[in-house]
């Protein structure tokens, strides 16, 4: 231990800074000099000598440490910058500290939670949490006692300080704190949260629910022990005066019921804690409290393990209060004001073009990932109104149509209310019982009357919100639309007028009508698909007019809209009116930003959905397109190595990758002569082994098109892109992975025998995935193929292996789209078959199923000779050795009859 190490007292003559007594000092000094700024030059200096200070004073921090702690006669102001600046000089140069001083502050700093100012006694609150993520608790023993026996002394400064930094630790250092060895600590710690959640002062009440809170999720033994007691002390706290204990209780009720729900199988109660948070979500009087409590609704019905049917004696009261919440408030309506007015600019907030930014399209969502939030837009806050309509439509989802009953009466009275608002809440709320009641508003025909009143009467309210919700909720009903017809002529009755709604509302005033308009414009794209074509060119003007009014944000949305057209009607887009009317307006946009501009990054990803529906169209625009995205990545990838751009921040790498291969498939060959003018491939082979994975599978996906379309221009290259290949199959990254796995099957079908010498690398892992049956699906496919391929084009070496994988390899295959890349697989299979035929026997029931699995309608006809050839091989030998019936015989009875309608092969 130290008692004090020595004050630090500047530099002095010897190192010319001038000692006397107009010049700034060295901590204190400067620190009272940098808090007047209105004396510039001594303002300026007094920075430069605090950042010399914490650059070149190993003890620095402990000056700091002595003016915040030991120096009561100091201004108030400079304490708390000094504490400040100790907190910052801990975090960002601790590694440079000496020992002795982060001692010093240990000994020292707890005291400080007992200091006459709030304000200091939070700071002292913060160093402690920072200092914890260095020293840990192993190595400051005293620290948590001391926290703890300062609490016991409520009513003063000093508890509330403990309180402060018991919240600091427990938010921040909770990992540390549920570990087995401090399994002791942390029920000390819940010993006497429990004891304060009882306090008379409401800080301590809430202050010990929101510690306890941040152990709901891990739950450790140390809490499940405490639980019943934590709730029994949450729930005699029901009528707590405070808005912020009922927060916090709300909160901990939300958790709970996520985690540990089974405290509800008990009926009082579970009647209590509903009764409760119903009553809460309806009339408590604080907006932030009722937000919480409405936020246990949707906790409740997503957690499978409650009882399913727990809330059905409240769903008449409980959607009603949902319904209820969905009015606007006055807070909301002036803090939209911006977005109804389409000559305000956009907030900085709203034209980030990372947030809209969307996974690559050579993305393979992971089985743990689930759709994005099909939400009701409206800025970033998250309001009652939000989290009511979120609420009602994870019930609908849960419940259906056991909720329609009760709640449609009140939905159409609000339709007809004198309030706008009141209006604009029952829309909502039918967009949000879409997913989950459509079915059953179909069988009640509420529908069609619901429908035509919003197109005729809502799309045209003279209130903007009330048309910008009307074309969410049209949105969420938009395939049902789509798809009615006229039973008189068969003509669709409900979708042109819908589309003209759609796109009136896209040229609106309002840039939030523009914004709901526009995003539900590409909804109904996805849903609709080829029913559009009769609309595409009045869709084009309307997209063509836009583009150039458009603020940022909504730009994106609209580039978004694009994109999803082109995706949905492919080809038809190629056509050259159509190409006319779309092109100019972006490629205007294009030439518009600079290389460094991010709003690049939606307009690229639009790109390319559009540069593959039109195809050879493109071609004029290909050029300058292509070389901007080389000299992109080019730029990105030297920036990342210089330093200049963090090495995760990669949209300047990948989106450039996507487009070029979007021009690889769109326009085939044609882009063979821009990839051999260029420095593409060295650029690709970087990007192959860039360690973000994003990366990667982007950049494995473009040498799979290059594959098809610029082998030329990879073929120097092979053994490098086959090496790295070899790296990254593996299901660590499920998408790099299955892009590399595509690839090198795509340079497999095309070099033909030249992979015999990588084939041994390259094939044990893939028979591995293969029979990993429980992965991607996609990646099982594109395994199955590539070791298909790699049969056809090295057969002697692949067939040597058959037992290994042709089992689930056959399954896999059955369950293949039938095009060309199955194609090439059955190839492979013939060929081995043919070479090792003893390789089957085992699995040829296997063999027959996937057989079966064709359409011979679309099976190129000399594949199906080859087939039936294989197959009556295989019985005329297998009978000569008296093994047919046996081995056929295990052969489904129905396949056997498929195979002799289309193979002739006969049992």
């Known amino acids: 231990p130290v008692s004090s190490p020595p004050i630090p007292t500047g530099k002095g003559k010897e190192d010319g800074v001038a000692a006397g007594p107009d010049a700034p000092q060295p901590g204190g000094g400067a620190a009272t000099s940098m808090l007047d700024p209105s004396q510039h030059d001594r303002h300026v200096q007094a920075l430069q000598m605090l950042d010399a200070g914490k650059r070149e004073m190993p003890d620095f921090g402990c000056y700091m440490l002595l003016v915040f702690c030991k120096m009561p006669e100091a201004p108030m102001q400079l304490r708390q910058l000094a504490g400040l600046e100790l907190k910052n000089t801990i975090r960002l140069q601790h590694h440079k500290m000496d020992p002795n001083v982060l001692t010093f502050v240990r000994q020292s700093i707890i005291d400080v939670l007992g200091a006459e100012e709030r304000r200091s006694r939070m700071i002292a609150a913060q160093i402690i949490t920072t200092l914890l993520s260095i020293v840990t608790l192993d190595a400051w023993p005293e620290l948590i006692p001391g926290i703890i026996a300062k609490l016991d002394a409520q009513g003063t400064g000093g508890s509330q300080g403990a309180m402060a930094a018991m919240i600091l630790v427990c938010e921040d250092h909770n990992n540390a704190l549920c570990s087995q060895q401090h399994a002791d600590t942390l029920a000390a710690i819940l010993a006497k949260l429990m004891a304060q959640m009882q306090s008379s002062d ?40 405070s808005p912020e204990v009922r927060k916090e209780m709300c909160q901990s009720l939300c958790l709970l019921v996520e985690v540990k729900a089974d405290f509800l199988a008990d ?4 009647q209590f804690v509903i009764e409760f948070l119903l009553w809460t979500t309806e009339h408590d009087s604080d907006y932030d409290v009722k937000k919480e409590a409405c936020e246990f609704w949707s906790s409740l019905c997503e957690n499978e393990e409650v009882a399913s049917d727990v809330l059905k004696p409240y769903l008449s009261r409980l959607t009603l209060v949902l319904l209820n919440g969905m009015v606007y408030s006055e807070d909301e309506l002036i803090n939209l004001a911006d977005e109804v007015d389409a000559s305000a600019p956009d907030k900085a907030s709203e034209i980030n073009p990372s947030a809209f930014h969307v996974k690559s399209k050579h993305h393979v969502a992971d089985d743990e990932e689930e759709d994005e939030d099909d939400e009701e837009g409206g800025g970033v806050e998250w309001t009652l109104r939000k989290c009511s309509a979120a609420g009602l439509d994870v019930i609908a989802n849960h419940y259906r149509d056991d909720i329609l009953e009760a709640l449609l009466p009140h939905i159409h009275t609000k339709l007809t209310d004198p309030d706008w608002r ?12 879409a997913v989950g009641c459509e079915e059953g508003l179909i069988q009640r025909n509420y529908l069609p009357s619901f429908v035509t009143h919003l197109l005729q009467h809502m799309l045209s309210s003279e209130m903007p919100l009330v048309r910008s919700i009307t074309s969410w909720t049209l949105s969420r009903y938009s395939r049902w639309i789509a798809h009615q017809t006229n039973p008189a002529d068969g003509q669709h009755s409900l979708l042109p007028p819908l589309v003209e709604g759609f796109l009136k509302g896209m040229l609106d005033s309002s840039k939030k009508v523009q914004e709901a308009a526009c995003s539900a414009m590409a909804t109904l794209e996805e849903e609709a698909g080829s029913l559009l074509v009769p609309h595409v060119a009045q869709i084009l003007q309307v997209f063509s007019a836009a583009l150039p009014r458009y603020q940022a944000r909504n730009l994106v949305i609209l580039y978004d809209a694009c994109g999803t057209l082109a995706d949905s009607l492919g080809p038809e887009l190629g056509k050259k009116e159509h190409v006319d009317v779309l092109l100019p307006p972006l490629m205007q946009k294009w030439q518009s930003l600079a290389d460094d501009d991010r709003s690049l990054f939606p307009l690229l990803e639009c790109l390319a959905s559009v540069v593959q529906a039109l195809g050879q169209g493109f071609t004029p625009s290909a050029p300058p397109v292509f070389q901007r995205c080389e000299r992109l990545i080019a730029m990105g990838l030297h920036r990342q190595q210089a330093g200049e751009l963090d090495a995760h921040d990669n949209d300047f790498i990948v ?11 769109g326009m085939g060959s044609s882009i063979e002569s821009l990839v051999g003018q260029s420095q593409l491939v060295p650029s690709l082979m970087i990007c192959c082994q860039h360690p973000d994975p994003a990366v990667r599978q982007s950049a494995f996906a473009l040498v799979g098109d290059l594959a098809k379309t610029s082998l030329p221009h990879l073929r120097p290259h092979l053994g490098q892109i086959m090496a790295l290949t070899q790296g990254n199959i593996t299901p660590e990254h499920v998408s790099v992975c299955n892009n590399a796995t595509w690839a090198v099957g795509e340079l497999a079908v095309r070099i033909g025998g030249e992979m015999d010498c990588v084939i041994p690398g390259l094939l044990p ?21 590539a070791v298909g391929r790699f049969g056809l084009v090295c ?21 293949i789209r039938d095009d060309v890349e199955k194609e090439h697989a059955f190839r492979g299979l013939v060929k081995m078959a043919m070479i090792n035929p003893q390789g089957l026997l085992d699995s040829f029931d296997c063999v027959c199923m996937s057989l079966n699995s064709w359409n011979v309608q679309v099976m190129p006809p000399d594949l199906h000779k080859e087939l039936c050839d294989m197959l009556a091989w295989f019985k005329v ?16 009875i129905e396949v056997q009859g498929a195979l002799q309608q289309h193979y002739n092969l006969t049992a």
């Open 795 to 815: 057969p002697q070496l692949v067939s040597q292996h058959l037992t290994s994988f042709v089992q689930p390899w056959c399954k896999i295959l059955s369950f």
């Open 877 to 892: 030998n297998l009978e000569q050795a008296n093994q047919w019936a046996g081995i056929y015989g295990r052969v489904p």
């Open 765 to 785: 892992p893939l028979i591995q995935l293969i029979n990993r049956t429980a992965l991607n699906k996609s990646l099982l496919e594109n395994s199955a193929i």
């Open 422 to 433: 009141v209006i604009e809440s029952a829309v909502l709320a039918m967009g949000a019982l």
């Open 267 to 270: 009926p009082q109660i579970c």
């Open 655 to 665: 989106c450039p990758l996507d487009l070029i291969s979007s021009l690889a498939e």
């Open 202 to 241: 409401a800080e301590f009440r809430a202050g010990a629910i929101r510690c306890v809170k941040h152990f709901i999720l891990r739950l450790p033994n140390a809490l499940v022990v405490n639980l019943p007691a934590f709730l029994n002390g949450l729930l005699a706290l029901h009528k707590d005066a």
